[in-house]
């Protein structure tokens, strides 16, 4: 089956510079990848996705890119605010089965 | 629009004893999941449900068993509980496959 690797686990930055979070997969038939945010106590919410079909997708602060070949992708947030201080999850998704495989999860603090 | 709500939001078992965990969604979504999150694994999906009258066992399906009652509701049965089995289990839908999930607030599971 698919197997998903995030690095780093945790991740410290100062309020205004960027941070990228980086995760690898083994199905070169994944075709779906998500990156979900959760804050302490509450539930992950979906912030950017990106299909096998395009490189590069932004929005806003928040960007994602993705390298077919090597099989990795990367979450790119710029000008990190304390609101953006939360543990962040890639995933990777195959075929029409829609069964995702998350990663072990990156906690970010932004420090003042 | 509620959105996915679950049932409990907490519980404490016994081992041994049964339970089951309920989950609606009312995003006319046709995909339901169930996942466990447990500290430094990320979230792992259990069972899904990619239409109404489906289910599949996901990664770690041992142990649980699910039913896909209607359209909008998916449940979770744990038929003889284990301590192994004390985790945060998160309910998910999404409109079909490979596209954004919606999660739950979540159940707290303990198993004494």
């Known amino acids: 089956g698919e197997n998903v690797e995030q690095h780093p686990s945790t991740l410290s930055v100062q309020e205004g510079d960027s941070a990228v979070i980086k995760c690898t997969y083994s199905?070169?038939?994944?075709?779906?990848f998500p990156w979900y945010k959760q804050e302490l106590g509450k539930r992950p919410q979906l912030i950017i996705d990106i299909r096998s079909n395009v490189g590069e997708k932004k929005d806003q602060r928040i960007a994602v890119t993705l390298n077919k070949t090597a099989k990795h992708f990367s979450l790119h947030i710029t000008e990190t605010q304390p609101e953006d201080s939360a543990v962040y999850f890639c995933?990777?998704?195959?075929?029409?089965?829609?069964?995702?495989?998350f990663g072990t999860g990156t906690r970010l603090q932004v420090t003042l | 629009n509620a959105g996915v709500t679950q049932t409990p939001k907490f519980q404490v078992l016994k081992t041994g004893q049964s339970m089951t965990l309920q989950c609606a969604q009312d995003m006319n979504h046709n995909s339901m999941y169930w996942y466990r999150q447990d500290p430094g694994m990320g979230l792992r999906l259990i069972y899904y449900s990619a239409s109404e009258g489906t289910t599949d066992k996901g990664e770690v399906p041992n142990g649980y068993n699910v039913s896909r009652l209607n359209k909008r509701e998916f449940s979770l049965r744990l038929e003889s509980a284990a301590p192994s089995q004390t985790s945060v289990y998160f309910c998910?839908?999404?409109?079909?496959?490979?596209?954004?999930?919606?999660f739950g607030p979540g159940t707290r599971l303990t198993v004494l």
């Open positions: 998910a839908s999404s409109e079909r496959q490979n596209n954004e999930q919606f």
């Open positions: 995933a990777a998704s195959t075929g029409t089965a829609s069964k995702l495989t």
């Open positions: 199905d070169s038939a994944s075709n779906y």
